[in-house]
């Protein structure tokens, strides 16, 4: 192992955005037993902070890898295509529209019935967001226009959350 090692290079899986979750989860279970610092109790307390260090970019990994939009911006940057979210808000315009009609439609949700109608809009967007994120990066290998598709997909996932607040407040 090697700190330099990409995320993909240290759990020996293809630099793709497909990734198999249960194959994650089993090399990362692996390379923890590999560094747990308790292994190294016995080579004293350097060894064990180094085994602390691998404890750590494993588990930073695993969280990156695991996470499709968060693996989808990693593999952007990885590929000279930085996501830029603080700077580059720039979205086509049926996609503005999009977001003012999901705003209205939540500050006009009185019950559970309006917010399931807006969920399941919201996560049939999610959806197709990252199927197009599979196409472009595995397929066309466009890490610039996959770099822009991470951005809509951020403000879809924000937007889920806030619906997912507000069932919240109706259940209480």
């Given at each position: 192992?090697?700190?330099?090692?990409?995320?993909?290079?240290?759990?020996a899986?293809?630099?793709?955005?497909?990734?198999?979750?249960a194959?994650?989860?089993?090399?990362?279970?692996?390379?923890?037993?590999?560094?747990?610092?308790?292994?190294?109790?016995?080579?004293?307390?350097?060894?064990?902070?180094?085994?602390?260090?691998?404890?750590?970019?494993?588990?930073?990994?695993?969280q990156?890898?695991?996470?499709?939009?968060?693996?989808?911006?990693?593999?952007?940057?990885?590929?000279?295509?930085?996501?830029?979210?603080?700077?580059?808000?720039?979205?086509?315009p049926?996609?503005?529209?999009?977001?003012?009609?999901?705003?209205?439609a939540?500050?006009?949700?009185?019950?559970?019935?309006a917010?399931?109608?807006?969920?399941?809009q919201?996560?049939?967007?999610?959806?197709?967001?990252?199927?197009?994120?599979?196409?472009?990066?595995?397929?066309?290998?466009?890490?610039?226009?996959?770099?822009?598709?991470?951005?809509?997909?951020?403000?879809i996932?924000?937007?889920?959350?806030e619906?997912?607040?507000?069932?919240?407040?109706?259940?209480?």
């Amino acid at each position: 192992m090697n700190l330099n090692d990409t995320d993909f290079e240290l759990f020996a899986v293809p630099p793709t955005f497909a990734q198999e979750r249960a194959a994650l989860d089993a090399r990362w279970k692996e390379l923890q037993r590999e560094a747990h610092p308790d292994r190294f109790a016995a080579q004293g307390a350097a060894a064990q902070r180094v085994a602390m260090q691998w404890s750590v970019r494993i588990n930073e990994a695993y969280q990156r890898l695991k996470d499709p939009l968060r693996r989808a911006t990693y593999l952007c940057e990885l590929n000279g295509a930085p996501v830029q979210a603080e700077t580059n808000t720039a979205m086509p315009p049926e996609f503005l529209m999009q977001q003012m009609e999901w705003r209205e439609a939540l500050d006009e949700a009185a019950d559970e019935a309006a917010l399931d109608v807006l969920k399941a809009q919201v996560d049939e967007a999610r959806a197709r967001a990252l199927s197009s994120l599979d196409w472009l990066i595995d397929e066309k290998g466009d890490y610039l226009a996959a770099a822009a598709q991470v951005r809509a997909l951020m403000f879809i996932e924000r937007f889920a959350s806030e619906v997912d607040q507000r069932f919240d407040r109706l259940g209480q």
